[in-house]
């Protein structure tokens, strides 16, 4: 294979299709003598006459007449492997699944619009969600994750990334708590009770650093695995939750009885972007759903 010149296959094919060597020069900008090489060499390659002279033309032998076909059909295969790959979409005819890491919290706020817009556009296309209980790449790497939702500094160098939106962490608790009442201290805030939401079940988060450092320490009463989770105890308690602002600002939490409130302590920002391995950049598909995703979750 390492001598193989595909050169020739496209020689062969136009060759037997003009069976002539003047007129097969002509169509592949080569001289005649190079043509005369080139059949010299199919000859050789295959151990067939392939054209031979009947007057004043050439004629294929049988073996050359069972070649033209399959000839034919590998050049236009060899041409289409070759070419190059497309820039656009017709939404409507794509048919394939993509599967979406995303933690909870992201399902619960945007799940929703992205199925609809998808349902919309594409309609033989499938979106499956798939749960993130950590944070590795080898599903985005072994290709079993088509994108990933979550913070850039999860991933690894050589993935790409967008970002979606900036995020950061604010209190939240029931409307009618009593840490609503007076201005939120730090000493106020540390004295509630507390739910964390962590997958690991960490019972510390960003917060207990910036609260060690004044001499606080909150008092976390549960640890649950989502933010989703911990609004919903807060909700219905009187424990006070960390959690995204993007949860409590979205129209689906705000209208169920949950007040949000700054920290009042320094917490860092959050960065939320969507990842992809590098073979899936100049995928049309692919491309598409980044849009699709980019377009639904807008400005948080």
Known sequence: MATLDLNLLTALDVLLAERSVTSAARRMGLSVSAMSRTLTRLRSVTGDPLLVQAGRSLVPTPYAERLSERA?????????????APKDIEPASLDRTFTIRANEGFVV?????IVEAVVEMAPLVRLRFAPKPDKVVAPLRDGSIDLEIGTTGASAPEMRSQLLFRDRFVGAARDDHPLLVDPITPERYAACGHVAASRR?????????????????????????????????????????????SCVRHERTEARGVVCFDIPVPTPELTISMMWHPRLDADPGHRWLRQVVLKCVGPV
């Open 72 to 84: 034919q059909r590998a050049v236009q295969e060899a041409r289409s492997v070759l070419a190059p």
């Open 201 to 245: 079940g960490a019972w510390e988060g960003p917060v207990d650093e910036a609260l060690d450092d004044l001499g606080l320490r909150r008092r976390v009463i549960a640890v649950v695995p989502g933010f989703v989770d911990a609004l919903a105890i807060a909700r219905r308690s009187d424990l006070v939750a960390l959690v995204p602002r």
């Open 109 to 113: 706020l945007f799940a929703s619009a």
